[in-house]
């Protein structure tokens, strides 16, 4: 029987061993949405990079890069943090750069482990599937918001899991799993109502970013899987097609 | 308007600011439940200290001492962690020395804020009544369990929030707090059977701890009011009844 853990926060990361599993990273809003894309559109090479100084020097170097703080598109970048920048014209087999105010750091946080994908309501199936077959430990990783708990990434925890186990080779003794799967009981009956109660959903909302929010929380809309590769991320799919 | 806010783990309560706060912590499962028994039950005076070198040291100079670590009783102690343990007849006007796994650990780490005050499902009328009285922002600090969540903990910051938001001076704006207090809607219609999901339940359960469970989860048996004054903690209703 393989076991389902949750880390709420990055901060709370150091509770749990990485080993012999498969580390799932989630950031629905935006990181690893936003990643999905990329790989959907056709990017051949992701690098997350944590420090804006890092990636100041790719740019230098010539590669794309798209970084943002708190929300913004830093200056020398190429490209911000909307999904809809990342159309396939601009990013289709090529490499690009990329720092975000908390996904990328999450990444970052586990790159030693054995085994590191990239979560989001878009490949949810995808991701799903893989786990399913790969049939190991999953320690699902929130991103959360300024290195403490927020509601999107804990809801799809608790989606992730109600499908695993619908398996009956997935199980859990967790509060932190329990938890996300009650919510998400509660939250996935009318989820375009629920997420207006989230503190991100009424942020982005002062800026007008409406139509990211719904986007983001739109299911199964790529069949991509990136998982990380010493320094970088690649499709999974792009290189061993199922 | 005042702030209500929930820390779901002692690792994440850096990411707070504790001043102009009053810090309400919680153990359910046991701590804090413990504490307002003793006060219930006469203690005059409580000194929570975290390590057990210095719950032994207080042993030699004579003090009264419970202590446990991972549910037992330390040897040299003289209670346990069962709230049936401190009868009136063994704690009335005593000075009583505490170190906990998880709840005296939480305790100490907010020894420095203005003002803390200790809450369980036993006291949460009397908890509820006075932080509408004092009329200040809230932080609710969780325990929880080796250093992360716990389902409890986070059910009774739901419950807190839920009675705080019904007066027109209390609201909030945090996922946290959103999330703790739809579980607690949840669960709360029958919370008896709600509880057997807790990764607490099943461990206590296995020990035979069925009455302890069910005694602390109680609502209303004690109007007593913990608080944290200078290095120990006192009944601020036996100062000052109001």
Redesign the interface.
Known sequence: MNNIEIC??P??ID?YRLDNKIIVIVDILRATTIITTLFENGLAKLIPVKSLEEAESYKKQGFLVAAERNGKKVDFADFGNSPFEFTPDRVENETLVYSTTNGTNTINLVRNANEVIIASFLNLRSVVEYLVKQNKDVLILCSG???????ED?LFSGAITEKLIRKNNFSF????V??AL??WR?AKNDLSKYIK????Y?RLMQFGFKEIIDYCFQFNLSEVLPVMEENHIIDLKKIAPT
Chains 1, 2 share one sequence.
Do not use: E, G, R, V
Not at 173 to 176: A, E, K, R, T, Y
């Open positions: 709420l926060a901060k709370l509770n918001w300024m290195q403490d708990f927020c509601t804990f003794d967790s509060d932190q329990q938890s009650d919510l509660i109660k989230l503190f991100q009424k």
